[in-house]
């Protein structure tokens, strides 16, 4: 890692008060080229991070433009290096010369080039039966390029509270795919919406869910309605039949109400009067 006359040496712990360096040591060099066409035009980014023993103490950032010390242990010598012009133009070559190189392979260009859209779902999910909040999930599977931002919209409004962002995966085909929760007490007449912007699409993607009435209460909702629609064919049967017997018993008493007339007998029976 030499770079002209100042050497790019790390500065292991222990060394500089005197110590003996340690027996056993891991000491760790990748450089990384991040590249990005989110914005229609190819964007390079370059990190060169210096890690000893597992964790990363010195890092060059080409979006910086300079060293910068993740640890104490790495300040002494981000001091020295970025102090040094040599040092500082050596990274930038570096980035110019090994990234851009990589990017100029027909395989690297058609893979950086193209662009996939996401698939999107919202579902519901619960950890609690019986707690009245709601889980909502949105998944965006199967995107590229890896950069997309997604929100939560309550009634059109976007939603800050009880958002929580998961970690953008690899599915080990050039696509990523993402999750974000929502966690909210949903009200009737409430509409949710997951909201995604990627480079993709023209426009935000909006996936919309409404609470809807379960299984169980529509069945309740039913035989309800089935109930009442039973209920009152009986009531209009049974007013039928009333009135139809009133109606006729009132026929009947007229009929016998009257005088009746009886004809004189011949015969031997008289009648009293």
Not at 164 to 191: A, F, K, S
Not at 220 to 246: C, H, I, Q
Request: contains cysteine; charged residues 25%; positive net charge.
């Amino acid at each position: 890692l030499g770079a002209g006359m100042c050497g790019a040496v790390v500065t292991v712990p222990g060394w500089d008060s005197g110590d003996s360096a340690p027996q056993r040591f891991l000491h760790q060099v990748k450089a990384e080229c991040h590249f990005s066409n989110a914005s229609g035009q190819v964007q390079l980014r370059y990190l060169e991070r210096f890690i000893y023993d597992r964790t990363e103490i010195v890092r060059f950032d080409s979006a910086r433009d300079r060293f910068e010390a993740l640890t104490p242990l790495g300040e002494p010598t981000v001091k020295r290096w970025n102090s040094c012009k040599e040092e500082l133009q050596r990274a930038r070559a570096t980035m110019d010369l090994f990234c851009w190189f990589c990017y100029s392979l027909p395989e690297a260009g058609r893979v950086l080039g193209r662009r996939v859209k996401p698939v999107v779902t919202v579902s519901p999910t619960k950890d609690d039966p019986l707690s009245p909040r709601t889980l909502l999930l949105c998944t965006a599977a199967s995107f590229y390029p890896r950069e997309i931002k997604i929100h939560w919209l309550k009634n059109g409004r976007r939603a800050t509270e009880g958002v929580l962002y998961g970690e953008e995966l690899h599915n080990g085909d050039w696509t990523y795919q993402i999750q974000v929760m929502l966690e909210d007490t949903p009200q009737r007449g409430d509409v949710y919406a997951c909201q995604v912007e990627h480079a993709s699409l023209k426009t935000p993607l909006i996936v919309r869910w409404e609470r809807r009435t379960s299984a169980s209460a529509r069945s309740k909702v039913w035989t309800g309605v089935t109930g009442a629609l039973l209920g009152m064919v009986y009531l209009a049967v049974g007013l039928s039949l009333y009135l139809r017997s009133k109606k006729g018993k009132g026929a009947l008493e007229g009929t016998l109400g009257g005088s009746v007339q009886l004809p004189p007998s011949s015969g031997c029976i008289h009648w009293l009067s």
